[in-house]
């Protein structure tokens, strides 16, 4: 599982180390940008709060994570990028691993200052065009993520589960630090 604020770099690392595990990339984000596509339910109830760089309501996030991680293909485990991403989801992710007899391997948490995070971001907004990451909606997802998704950080510190590793270099480096990380917890 990856942890850190948005613009870390979570979903460039995670598709490597999914590559690595031969295991899928789920990564929460995406799946919701998917349903905001495809015009579905949980895009339409999803959409008001992305954009404003809340987080989704939790329940919505429950039916859309336990669809992914019963799936065939995430049998051997999976890469789990942006969620949870508060204490309830944390739970939840707890109960749904525990009725699939499965476990939380590793989190990674790439840690970065907010100075390279707003550039990083800024970059991407030029690039990839996504609605949140608007100036105001940044500031209010670092909002969100220092109120409720950091506090995780301490959580799975206490599980002793977390790997630490410097996010701020280039992502050559971050990779390579990911890998050694990964390799020295396993
Ligand atoms: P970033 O980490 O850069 O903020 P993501 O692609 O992970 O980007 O998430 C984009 C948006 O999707 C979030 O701002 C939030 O609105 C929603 N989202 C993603 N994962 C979750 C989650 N676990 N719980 C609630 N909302 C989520």
Redesign the pocket.
Known sequence: MFLG????G??TQAVTMAGDLGMPHV????L??RALREGTEVGIR?KS??DA??????EV?LDLVRGRLTSDDAAGGCVL??????LA?AESLDEMLRELGAGIVGVLNLSVSEETLVGR?AGRRSDESRV?DAAETVRN?MR??EEQTAPLVVHYRSRGLLLDVDGEPGVEEVRAAVRSAVAAAS
């Not at 604020?5 to 870390?8: F, I, S, V």
């Open positions: 604020p948005p613009g870390a979570k979903g990564s929460t984000g995406d919701l940008r999803a709060f992305m760089g809340d987080l989704v309501p939790d996030l990028d942006g969620y949870p991403r508060n989801q971001i949140d997802r969100v993520y």
